[in-house]
């Protein structure tokens, strides 16, 4: 290992590969957490914070947001980036609401629900052939590999849509799956299992998605924070006991925190749908690589 300004670089992670990738990530979990290596995987165990108690997930959120003091939200109509609005909304003037889908796609239609529920403004992206494209050679320019253009193609619209409009400071709604089991995988899995599948989802967090999205806001020159990740939201959810976390499962916590705040069911009963089917960005693409005449979709992204 070795310091690089801002970044903590991993040299090696699995010594066995001669192919390996060099990386910069920073790894972000709690300050109790334990990490150990063997047999070239890495572990972690997420720390409890022993003096959290029972501490409200909902007022954990909130101070994480009222510090950050937002003045935009990435928002899909989903309850995760909802919830968050309307917190944004109630506690600062101006906020505004930003998504990014193609034409008629799910995300725009709850957004504007959303939109209509809180009475604060959305500025929409429609995501076109042309838009897609230009996108999808700007994360090239990143050094992100085809998964995760594929992941950031909404995000990096809307917050190119946010520098537009001269907001400085987003708040996205990435974590709270991971934090509060929102990921379909999680169904049918035993209990004793999802504890460790949640350390291992946030661990690598901090290599994939925040990676990813860090990224796209230096590019723009914006700041992005992600409440669910706060410290004290991630020691809240840590110490909730599991059989409360997993009731019903599909984020339960968050939608009920979604009706505490006067969201109406339309938002805090939808199903979730991941963020690159939602805003219709996988449909798109793979219309235009068929349309283009290549075998699948990431020939057509690596020839872009």
Known sequence: ?????????????????????????????PGSSTINFSNNFINIKLGKNEN???????????????????????????????????????????????????????????????????NAPLYSVIITEDNLINAIKELKSLGLDTY??????????????????????????IGSDELFFG????????????????????????????????????KFNVSIAFPYLDDRVIDSALSTDIEQ????????????????????GKITERRKKAMQYGSGTVKLIRELSRKKKYKNVGEFIKEI
């Open 1 to 29: 290992m070795k310091n690089k300004e801002r970044t903590l670089i991993i040299d090696k992670i699995n010594l066995t590969s001669k192919h390996e990738k060099v990386f910069d990530f920073q790894l972000v979990f």
């Open 52 to 118: 959290i108690g029972n501490f409200d997930i909902e007022l954990a959120l909130k101070e994480s947001i009222s510090k950050f003091k937002p003045d935009s939200v990435l928002v899909s109509g989903g309850i995760d980036s909802s919830v968050l609005a309307a917190m944004a909304v109630k506690e600062f003037n101006d906020v505004k609401l930003i998504s990014a889908g193609t034409k008629d796609c799910e995300d725009s239609f709850y957004s504007k629900i959303l939109s209509n529920e809180l």
């Open 148 to 173: 995760s253009i594929i992941m950031g193609l909404t995000e990096f619209l809307a917050i190119e849509k946010a520098k537009e409009l001269k907001r400085t400071k987003i708040i996205s709604g």
């Open 183 to 218: 990921f379909q995988k999680h169904k049918s899995m035993k209990k004793e299992e999802l504890e460790k599948f949640r350390e291992s989802r946030l661990f690598y967090m901090s290599a994939l998605d925040l990676w990813r999205l860090n990224l796209i806001a230096l």
């Open 245 to 264: 976390l997993t009731e019903n499962y599909d984020k339960f916590p968050i939608r009920s925190i979604g009706k505490s705040l006067g969201l109406s």
